[in-house]
Structures are given as C-alpha cells and as structure tokens.
C-alpha cells in the first residue's frame, strides 16, 4: 500500500491505497470527486485531465503515490462561490451537449489560457483548436469550445 | 494492473540499490508507455522505480554549445527552454509536437529514448543529432545506443541520466503524425555540421530508428530541398501496417526530408 497525501482543491487529505492507483481513481474512488471523468482510460481522450501542481496532465496515467505531496485541481476546485470564467464561458457559448468531455475541456481550457498569459503570447482561435489536440468530444464539433475557451480567456 | 511496489527514491544510488533488489523493476520517469503497457497486462514489473524525485536528474544546460538535457526533463520543458531555443531549435520544436499538451507536462526525454519506441520523436533528435545518452554507470554514443524495435544497450538497473547533444550549424525536424496517436508516420530530423550531414529516420524502420546514408551524402554535398529528389529511398526494411505501407513511408521519407530541409536551409 502507498501512502498518498495531496491537497486537493484545497483541502489536505491522506489515504493509504494499493500502489496501482490511478489518480484517477484515486479522485473518483477514494475522494467521491467524480467531476473527473474516465473516458479512454489510454491517455486519448483528455475527459480525466486534472491540474497536478498547475499543470494539466492525464489522471488515467498517472498513479496517486506519484503525484503524492503535490497540489492537484479538480473541476469541483474552480468555482469560488460562483462558476469559475471558464464553466460559466461553457455555459454562455452552449459549449457542451452531452458533457462527459466537458471537465477535461475546462480544466485544459483553462491551463491553456493560463500558460499563454504567463507567457505573454495570443491564444488565438487556431491556438486553441491546436491545444485541444488531447481532447476528444463526440458532441459538438467543436466550434463552440473554441468559442467558449476564448470567450473565456478575454475573462480571467 | 497487476500488483506493483512503488518505489521514489531520492538519490541515483538509492534507485540503483532498489532496482538491484527488486526481482523485476521497471523505471518509471512519466510513464506514459509504461502505465498503458501495464494496464494492458503487457508489463507486470514487481516494482515501479519513479526517478522522478531524483532532483540531479532534472534541468537543461548548456556548456560550450553542448546542450544537456537530464533525463527527467519534461517534453514541456524542453519545448518551453529559452536555452534549447537557442543551442537547437529543431529539439524545441520536436519535443512541443509529441502527443499533446497534457502528454508533454508528463513524458520525459528519459523515457522516451529508454523506450525507444520505432514511432517516437527523440530517437530521431538523439541519433541525427549525433547525440550521447549519459548512465549511471557510462557514456553511450547514439550510434550504440538503439539496438531495434523497443531496445536499447541499457542493462539491468541502468539508469539514463542525461542525454548530451553536441553543437550542430543548422538542424531540422519534420513528422507525418498518424492523425490518431500521434506518433510519427515517419519523422526526419536532418543536421547539418560545416560540410557534412546527418539524417536520421523515424516510424518507417522496422528496427526502429536508422539514419539514411543516401540522403546524407546527397544533402552533404548540397544542403537543399532539391538534392533530395535525386536519392533513391527503398522500402526494404521499412514497416507496413494498416496506417500505411512500407512504399508509403518510403515516400513519405522523401517528404518529410525535403520539409526538414527547408525549413531550415
């Protein structure tokens, strides 16, 4: 067994887990956080991307005693009493149909944004549709992400 | 996953002694082969040895043009590096098309090269490049290194440390990702030092990595996309799989060459 503590969305928590756990399953399992979601399971699809330590990464590839010691964001760790930017972006812009791609999209969504800022280059339209690369929906065609990621980016 | 004991030693000598007790450990320097490898029941290492609290084993320097890349170095960092930028654009641009963003907050250059997967990015910088892949225990040239689909010379326990490339004048990649993983259809990275230089093929080779000697001999004597239309690309030895056949990829060697060059000649 490992001994996995994390900060998670701001909370501390430890819990002792077989050495196999994903930190996907860590999240759903363990911590009830489903917000994360297990699409591919082969680091394909993006629906499981979390922040670890502020960056975006697949939580179906990586194991919870590695990320052990780290700060990880989930989609339930944005919103600060009200939608975080990004989700409420999703909101206006009809980004999502069926959502089960959406956290992933809104936790890279907003990875971008921030890495972008950071360093002070334009994330424009095509920038976008290019870093969304990790990320499948089989809803929407993707227009409206794209719209709601730069709608959100004017934003935050 | 079939049961494993994680390891995350904090020394290169602690991770030596656990890979040396275990009865069969793999290293884990981002795992984004090795996870999917053992969710598939195609790996079952009794025990995982993560390098990646190895703080010695992270960084890029550069010291008299040659540039030093610890093997734990993210694709993101190493695509993001103000002084990879400098010492070897063509290395920047590699590491930030592998995968995806997400992907490359977590691969390393460690990884990748110890995997030596025929379709990955690295071993084409690695060996065109002329490069030199640092252990905890020796020195090994690129040449020496790739022994064949998903093999290397490194032996039990060793440990990649670092990998060292060496000035280059000019350098190129260019790849056909497979529109689904990826991973290189096929990948040339072309480079170019005073009058003589290297090419050297990703994704095509069924050995994995080669370098071209036809294309280096017509690109040393004329450092142009035209000299490679003159080179006769064969297919022997290339892979055929259903993304593509080995006379596709002969051709798309052809293409993929002519871009590198161009971008940079």
Sequence with gaps: ?156 | MYPTTYHKPETLEAASATLGDAEEAKILAGGHTLLPTMKNHLAAPTDLVDIRGIAALNGISEDGGTLTIGATTTHAEVSNSPVVASACPALACLAGGIGDPAVRHVGTIGGSVANNDPAADYPAAVLGLGATVVTNRRDIAAEDFFDGMFATVLEEGEIITSVRFPKCDLAGYSKFPNPASRYAMVGVFVAKSGGSVRVAVTGAGEDGVFRHEGLEAALSANFSPDAVDGVAISSDGLLSDLHGDADYRANLIRVMAKRAVSAVA
């Design chain 1, 1 to 156: 067994m490992a001994k996995v503590k994390l900060t998670v969305n701001g909370r501390a928590v430890s819990r002792d887990v077989p050495d196999t756990t994903l930190l996907s399953e860590f999240l759903r399992e363990d911590l009830r956080l489903t917000g994360t979601h297990v699409g591919c399971d082969t680091s394909q699809c993006g629906a499981c991307v979390v922040h670890v330590d502020g960056k975006a990464v697949k939580s179906c590839t990586m194991l919870a005693a590695s990320a052990s010691g780290g700060e990880v964001t989930t989609v339930e760790g944005l919103a600060n009493g009200e939608l975080h930017p990004m989700q409420k972006a999703f909101n206006d812009n009809h980004g999502l149909q069926c959502g089960f791609c959406t956290p992933g999209m809104i936790m890279s969504g907003v990875d971008m944004v921030n890495r972008y800022k950071q360093a002070g280059r334009e994330l424009t339209e095509e920038a976008i549709r290019h870093e969304l690369e990790g990320n499948i929906c089989r809803c929407t065609g993707y227009h409206n992400i794209v719209k709601s990621i730069q709608d959100a980016a004017t934003k935050m």
